[in-house]
């Protein structure tokens, strides 16, 4: 079958009606549970052939938390389904206003790598509950995930439902090209640009979930080696290749060596002294990211803090590194997404706030301090998708908050009822009878003074 007769295909299915039944939402979010807690090994197995990432991590990191959130979702279901009755004005007193809850359609769905198995089936989640069909795309960098992906996918579900389609920049542009009633892209921001000129053409909208530098601010009030432990957590888990993890350290001259002590102390702790050798330590995906972080380390010009291990191509691994990074630093000027992280020095938390509110919008922006007025300052003076106080990451575990980027780092949202709403049209209804057919007299023409006063 083409790609075209696919989506036309699936196009005709949702206009039987039947994906967008109750009925039909929750069997198939069933299903994909079913699948989650029955065949998690061979996702997570996909997961550690492509990333070489321990697979209870993987478990924990991307299949747990997508049951609970199927839970959440099936708890939820019946009241978000349901029209909202909206407040009347003193012109439709009479009527009934309400925002009356529609599926989109045929939904796309493009994912990345570093994650393979959360980001599609985070966003799968409220595309189904919302009652679309869906047609994904993952990645192909992570090609053991995909193919562990689309053979149990295609074993469960009803292609005209859902239906998984591998390949490359090729086929993806290909199905770029049809039309779709909402297409959901997370990845590079440079694609995220591709995908929103090639939806435009449809007039389809878009949710990009893309990238950016995430910042950490360190102030000398926090509890540093408890900062230090939390942020090397998100830094190196997954190696570096997590869209929320923390990008560079902004922290001041007098409390580096500390903040360095307690990352050191902290990736020494997770790893071992011999990083190379332990199993809780990633790969790089591919050759081409690894040469793409080589290449930014033989370049730079910063001062090496701490490292452990030499970077092997044939092994894909690159080691932890922390750096004392001027701004200019090669590895200031676009997202790392690998294991280095630099440190940039500011005179105080006037200039880190200057510092970030210089760049980019990021995806999320870290501040560890005790202090509610930096707290409350960090919040109105930066901008970014989220923001975790006194840890890194945890707002996306959060699923009655949205998760999704702001500027660079994407437009529009999901997670619990946002995920619900991004893929649902909330049609705006008003229903009216037939009584108080006077009080619309003004409204008719012919127009006249008397009725104009009555206006
Ligand atoms: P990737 O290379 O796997 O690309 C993502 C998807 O885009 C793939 O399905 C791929 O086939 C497709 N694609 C790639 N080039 C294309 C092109 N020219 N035209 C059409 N489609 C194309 O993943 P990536 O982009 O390397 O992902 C890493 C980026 O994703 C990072 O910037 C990271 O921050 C971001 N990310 C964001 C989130 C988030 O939730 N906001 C989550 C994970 C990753």
Redesign the pocket.
Known sequence: MSLHQLVETQRQYYKTGEPTKLSHRREQLLKLRKILKEDHDTLTEGVYKDLRRDKRTTFGLEVGNAIVEIDYMLENLEEWSKPVYAEKTLTTALDTPMIYKEAKGVVLL??????PVS?VVLPLIPIIAAGNTVII??????AHTSEALDTLFSKNFDRKFLAVVQ???Q???EL?KERFDHII???????GR??MS?AAKHLTPVTL????KCPVVIESDADIETSAKRVAWGKWLNCG????APDYIITTAALKPRVVAGLRKAIIDFYGTEIKASKDYSRI?GQR?FDRIKSLLDRTNATVLFKNGEPDRDDLFIPPVILDAKPEDVFMED?I?GPILPIITVSGFDEAIEFIRDGEKP?AAYLFTRDQKKIQRFLNETSS?GVTINDVLMH?TVDTIP???VGN??MGRYRGKFGFDTFTHEKAVLKRGFFGESLLDARYPPQSDAKFKQL
């Not at 493009?110 to 994650?115: E, R």
């Not at 795309?137 to 992570?142: A, L």
């Not at 892209?185 to 694609?191: C, H, K, L």
Request: aromatic share 10%; with cysteine.
């Open positions: 493009i994912s990345p790598w570093n994650y980001m795309k993952p990645s192909e960098i992570s390949g490359g920049v086929e993806t542009t770029l892209y997370t990845g590079a921001t440079t694609v591709i995908v090639a979930e893309l990238g950016g290749q997590t869209c929320l995906i990211h997202e997404f995806l998708g996306i998760f999704g980027g780092s994407g």
